[in-house]
């Protein structure tokens, strides 16, 4: 719900939640197949098998067949012990860590009896040989031991192939970031306007987090991106918990270049979390729950500057309201998570999660321009889950979860009869806030059902063969009503000193009720063939069906399509250390709700704009406010937009489409008294098509209630619209004694036309083709407006580097930390406004807007920013206090400082030049005119904002048991 002056249809946008709509699907369990043989190689079968864990209730035991395997399946992400036995031979036990969808596939080699038991301590697989996507798992106990952010996001942003996209939001090998898909617990918890995260979770609570980046499988639908699939701690045997406080103060931070350090807010910001689980009833049910809490106040500045053409006195300003003034946004947060994990028997667990949270912000700036316009904002977010996983025999389980996310945000200027100003000068609100907090809020849910069968069987080899069927229903309902009193006073020439200003025109909106609907079914098999030692296959297909309805419960838009997933992975000794592999993978990417519901008004409420008519010259806010000052009948309308008279979706809509295409190489190595580890080598490109975008002006109109022709907004698949990745990623870890080191670097590049998507405009399309063809004829050429070229997230070399160490002393023990961060310098577009007039002409309607915006040399992202690179240190150390009931209690505390050398890199510039000018048509006019460079034109523009980020500190402590 933010507003944006665009005479296209002033785009009624959204209130940015920051925070992601696709189904509940993934894998949350962990798989051992495993074979037993004697020395000579032989198979032996009736050997026992049992699996212990503390992620585990009860036993798990196993015989093993004919052929000497064995097979346990749905196991939950934890440390296992394996234990092997067979009467006259000796017991073997093997320790493994198993992550999120990981397959351990140990040879167990069992001896004649000498009456010893041989213990092997195996270490986590670099490479699963038995799938062939590309994934990476977190332990959040180990991430917690790095100065990094422990979200979903953080984590994910370790991953090679992963940037920060547009609005800062993550991108997965160069898709749009709204193409990503959130799971927690196995629950879509995703924002149905941005597709991004749309709940709050708690981070002690989380157990791991699996990012899944490409080679996806059949079981993975509505993604062009990735997965960032995470899982809360389900308890144990054993209570635990922990009591944490992370605290940060802005005063002891490093400044940036020009940033004034009294102006730093000198308040204590304070994080509390606890964290509890254990048995109520052993090795048959558990719970796990977490409280999070916070007050956190934020200093802001209000950054409009009020200009005056007319010579009033425009440029006046009072320091207490206007431009430099300052405010504190305060924070209140409340996080609540709950699961029960209940094991019926062996073979049938399960498990119920629930999360919910509440935020209360004061003072939200929502392009205030002044302190009037400040609004207060409450966001809620939801999320309930039922899962049930049986194993019905040794080779057939079955895999079932419903559940639901709920969201819901609302913010807006005060009840008190004062409409906001728009002032054109600038862009920024003044006299209110924006926004109605009274009308309902803006409520995204979803409903999702998941049911997925597993066979195992053998022939040729032996197979896991998933079949599976989704069902996701997002649900919007939004009246989006954009200011309190229904009206926005359009005005130009403020004096926010004498709160006068000239009128232009007043803003009128209409609300719509009811809800709108967007259904996707998905149907799929997915077949794991593992041929031999050597080879493994992935042979998948889904079909994926999604529809859209608007409040009435008519159909607007579907579609259908068949994705096939491809993939091989060959092991070249047979022993895990040399792996290849390659693949094929199509995606149906998401058809994002905001293009299906732009032909309803969940979100888009009609905006009709009067004339003013009042009194000439500058009249006070009070005047500027009373309706008789505008023409409010049919003949003063002088913009009107409704998403149900001329705005349409194609009833040939086709979902977009990504074919992926990926070669990899694996190295496994441990060698005595250097170390072991590995390195990972994947090369991937991606092409999109059947992108989603608007077209205006070539398509017919139809007539507002003046009367007037309004040309017809249609959005469809646009062939001329562009996008396309490539990426070389080099991942690698390396144990040696207590230090661990890892990291990854990825060169990529990410070129297109069409962005589709602004920081807080989702779903926005590009408008490649619009009003630039009438009756045949071409009013302007397209390639000056929309441009092929690097995209914002194109991020040419990017390195994540870590290392740890963690060590014993008399004091307890301590953890150092590292990360080093680089990121070649973004590309940014030579620009330059130009009136409609000169860049095509006074045929193009008005419609189009009043001005556009022209890319030097026809070329999108030509000029290069710096580069940014940082060193960041984290420190923890536990002491240990005393026992309880035979449990260690510890207390711990832990610092973390950001760009721990305050490395102060000038890495943005200025890139401003002078609008368009000249006549079009002429050869030194309109488009053709001379290129004329800003005078701050690659200067730093004296701001803080330019310079990279000061060093930063922060601490944590509390109590572990």
Do not use: C
């Given at each position: 719900m933010?507003l944006l002056?665009?005479?296209?249809g002033r785009?009624?946008a959204?209130?940015?939640?920051g ?6 699907q993934?894998t949350?369990?962990?798989n051992?197949?495993?074979s ?10 009736g ?5 212990t864990s ?6 798990r035991?196993?015989?093993?067949d ?8 749905l196991?939950?992400p ?6 092997v036995t067979?009467e006259g ?7 493994q860590q198993?992550?999120?969808d990981?397959?351990f596939?140990?040879k ?5 009896s ?16 038995t799938?062939v996507?590309?994934?990476?798992n ?8 790095l100065?990094?952010?422990r979200?979903m996001?953080?984590v994910?942003?370790?991953t090679p192939g992963?940037?920060s ?5 993550v991108q997965?090998?160069?898709?749009m ?27 002690d609570?989380?157990?791991e ?6 080679a ?8 062009e ?6 899982i809360?701690?389900?308890?144990s045997?054993e209570?635990s ?7 940060g103060?802005?005063?002891?931070n490093?400044?940036?270049p020009?940033q004034?350090r009294?102006a ?5 910001n304070e ?7 254990g048995p109520?009833?052993?090795d ?5 729950a ?7 106040s934020t ?7 009020i ?5 009033v006195?425009?440029t006046a300003n ?8 300052g405010?504190?946004?305060q ?6 998570q709950?699961?029960?994990t209940?094991?019926?028997?062996q ?8 999360m ?7 003072n939200?700036n ?7 316009s ?5 966001s809620?977010?939801?999320f309930a889950n039922?899962?049930w996983r049986?194993a ?5 389980t079955?895999d079932?979860?419903?559940g639901?996310k ?5 913010a ?12 054109v000068d ?8 924006i926004f ?12 999702t059902?998941n049911?997925k069968?597993s066979?195992?069987?053998?022939a040729?080899?032996s197979?896991?063969t998933?079949f599976g ?8 309902t939004?009246?989006?009503e ?7 006073i359009?005005?130009?020439g403020?004096n926010?000193?004498?709160?006068t200003?000239w009128?232009s025109?007043?803003w ?9 609907k ?12 593992s ?6 296959f992935?042979l998948?297909l889904?079909?994926d069906?999604y ?5 009435g ?5 579907g579609?259908?399509g068949?994705?096939?997933?491809l ?12 792996i290849?592999g390659?693949?094929?993978a199509?995606?149906n990417?998401?058809?994002?709700e905001?293009?299906?519901?732009s032909?309803t ?6 905006e009709?704009?009067y004339?003013y ?7 006070s806010?009070?005047?500027l406010?009373?309706l008789?000052?505008y023409?409010m009948?049919?003949s003063g309308?002088?913009y009107?937009?409704d ?7 194609s009833?040939?809509l086709k979902a977009p489409t ?13 060698f005595?008294g250097i170390?072991?580890?590995?390195v990972k080598v994947?090369?991937?490109s991606?092409?999109?098509k059947n ?8 398509q ?18 646009n ?5 396309k990745y ?6 690698g870890n390396f144990?040696r004694?207590?230090?661990?080191f890892?990291g990854?670097?990825?060169w990529s ?7 589709g998507?602004g920081?807080s405009?989702p779903a ?5 083709n619009?009003?630039?063809?009438q009756?045949?004829?071409t ?9 092929y070229?690097?995209?914002t997230g194109?991020?040419?070399?990017r ?6 160490r ?5 004091w307890g023990?301590?953890s ?9 310098g973004?590309?940014y577009s ?9 860049l ?18 026809q ?11 940082y ?6 150390h ?5 026992k309880?009931?035979g449990?260690?209690?510890t207390?711990?505390g ?8 305050n490395h102060q890199?000038?890495?943005?510039f200025?890139t401003a030049?002078?609008?368009?000018t000249?006549t079009y048509g002429t ?14 034109f690659g ?13 930063t500190i922060?601490a ?6």
């Amino acid at each position: 719900m933010h507003l944006l002056n665009n005479r296209l249809g002033r785009l009624t946008a959204l209130i940015a939640l920051g925070g992601a709509a696709l189904y509940s699907q993934g894998t949350q369990t962990a798989n051992v197949t495993g074979s037993v043989q004697d020395a000579a190689g032989a198979p032996i079968a009736g050997a026992t098998v049992r699996l212990t864990s503390p992620a585990l209730q009860g036993v798990r035991t196993y015989s093993t067949d004919a052929s000497g395997k064995f097979i346990a399946r749905l196991l939950p992400p934890g440390f296992y012990t394996i234990d092997v036995t067979k009467e006259g031979m000796d017991a073997r036990k093997i320790t493994q860590q198993l992550g999120i969808d990981q397959t351990f596939s140990p040879k167990i080699t069992l001896a004649k009896s000498g009456g010893a038991v041989v213990e092997v301590i195996a270490a986590a697989p670099a490479v699963d040989k038995t799938d062939v996507k590309t994934a990476t798992n977190f332990r959040n106990d180990t991430v917690d031991l790095l100065p990094n952010a422990r979200t979903m996001e953080g984590v994910a942003l370790l991953t090679p192939g992963v940037t920060s996209g547009v609005g800062g939001r993550v991108q997965i090998r160069g898709a749009m970031t709204s193409g990503n898909l959130y799971l927690l617990d196995g629950q879509n918890v995703a924002d149905n306007a941005y597709n991004n995260r749309g709940v709050r979770t708690i981070d002690d609570a989380i157990e791991e987090t699996q990012v899944v980046t490409g080679a996806m499988s059949a079981e993975y639908g509505d993604v062009e991106g990735g997965v960032i699939n995470s899982i809360t701690r389900s308890g144990s045997n054993e209570f635990s918990g922990s009591l944490r406080w992370e605290l940060g103060n802005p005063s002891w931070n490093a400044t940036q270049p020009y940033q004034n350090r009294s102006a730093l807010n000198n308040v204590l910001n304070e994080e509390k979390t606890i964290f509890l689980s254990g048995p109520i009833l052993k090795d048959k049910l558990w719970f796990a729950a977490s409280f999070f809490k916070t007050d956190r106040s934020t200093a802001g500045t209000i950054s409009a500057n009020i200009t005056d053409a007319f010579g009033v006195g425009g440029t006046a300003n009072n320091p207490a309201v206007g431009l430099g003034a300052g405010y504190v946004t305060q924070t209140k947060e409340i996080r609540r998570q709950a699961k029960l994990t209940w094991s019926v028997n062996q073979d049938h667990t399960v498990i119920a999660s629930f999360m919910n949270a509440r935020i209360d912000d004061t003072n939200r700036n929502y392009s205030a321009g002044e302190l009037l316009s400040l609004v207060p904002q409450v966001s809620t977010s939801e999320f309930a889950n039922v899962a049930w996983r049986a194993a019905w025999s040794s080779n057939f389980t079955t895999d079932t979860r419903i559940g639901r996310k709920k969201q819901n945000l609302s913010a807006g200027g005060s009840a008190n009869g004062q409409s906001p100003f728009y002032l054109v000068d600038n862009g920024f609100f003044y006299n209110n806030g924006i926004f109605n907090n009274t009308d309902g809020g803006d409520q995204r849910d979803n409903k999702t059902l998941n049911f997925k069968a597993s066979l195992f069987w053998n022939a040729a080899g032996s197979h896991q063969t998933d079949f599976g069927v989704d069902y996701y229903e997002g649900t919007r309902t939004a009246k989006n009503e954009q200011t309190p009193t229904g009206y926005i006073i359009e005005v130009i020439g403020m004096n926010l000193v004498n709160r006068t200003a000239w009128g232009s025109a007043i803003w009128a909106y209409q609300s719509g009720s009811g809800s709108a609907k967007n259904d996707s079914y998905g149907l799929y098999v997915n077949d794991k063939w593992s041929l031999d030692q050597h080879w493994n296959f992935q042979l998948g297909l889904r079909f994926d069906k999604y529809e859209a309805k608007n409040e009435g419960g008519s159909k607007t838009a579907g579609a259908n399509g068949l994705s096939p997933r491809l993939g091989t992975k060959y092991d070249i000794f047979g022993d895990s250390k040399h792996i290849v592999g390659a693949s094929f993978a199509r995606y149906n990417a998401k058809v994002l709700e905001g293009i299906t519901n732009s032909v309803t008004s969940q979100g888009n409420p009609t905006e009709i704009d009067y004339a003013y008519i009042g009194p000439a010259g500058a009249q006070s806010f009070a005047s500027l406010q009373n309706l008789a000052n505008y023409d409010m009948t049919a003949s003063g309308i002088v913009y009107y937009n409704d998403p149900k008279l001329n705005v349409r979706l194609s009833d040939k809509l086709k979902a977009p489409t990504v074919d992926e295409i990926q070669l990899n190489y694996a190295y496994s190595f441990n060698f005595a008294g250097i170390g072991d580890g590995y390195v990972k080598v994947t090369a991937v490109s991606k092409k999109w098509k059947n992108l989603i975008d608007y077209s205006i002006g070539n398509q017919g109109t139809v007539n507002d209630p003046t009367g007037t022709p309004v040309y017809i907004n249609v959005w469809d698949n646009n062939p001329d619209a562009e996008r396309k990745y490539k990426g070389l990623e080099i991942e690698g870890n390396f144990n040696r004694n207590q230090w661990n080191f890892g990291g990854n670097v990825t060169w990529s590049e990410l070129k297109g036309n069409y962005e589709g998507e602004g920081t807080s405009t989702p779903a926005r399309g590009e408008g490649i083709n619009r009003f630039n063809v009438q009756d045949n004829v071409t009013l302007y050429n397209n390639q000056d407006t929309a441009p092929y070229g690097y995209l914002t997230g194109h991020n040419p070399l990017r390195m994540r580097l870590t290392g740890n160490r963690t060590s014993n002393n008399q004091w307890g023990k301590t953890s150092v930390g590292l990360v080093y961060r680089f990121d070649s310098g973004a590309h940014y577009s030579n620009t330059r406004s130009i009136t409609r007039a000169r860049l095509g002409g006074p045929t193009i309607s008005s419609q189009f807007g009043t001005t556009g915006t022209q890319y030097m040399d026809q070329t999108r992202g030509a000029g290069v920013y710096n580069a940014q690179a940082y060193l960041d240190l984290a420190v923890t150390h536990d002491f240990p206090l005393f026992k309880v009931a035979g449990k260690d209690v510890t207390a711990f505390g832990k610092i973390v400082i950001g760009n721990v050398f305050n490395h102060q890199q000038q890495v943005l510039f200025g890139t401003a030049y002078a609008a368009a000018t000249g006549t079009y048509g002429t050869p030194t006019g309109g488009v053709n005119s001379p290129w004329v460079r800003s005078s701050t034109f690659g200067t730093d523009l004296k701001s803080a904002s330019t310079y990279g980020t000061a060093r930063t500190i922060t601490a944590s402590a509390g109590f572990r048991f």
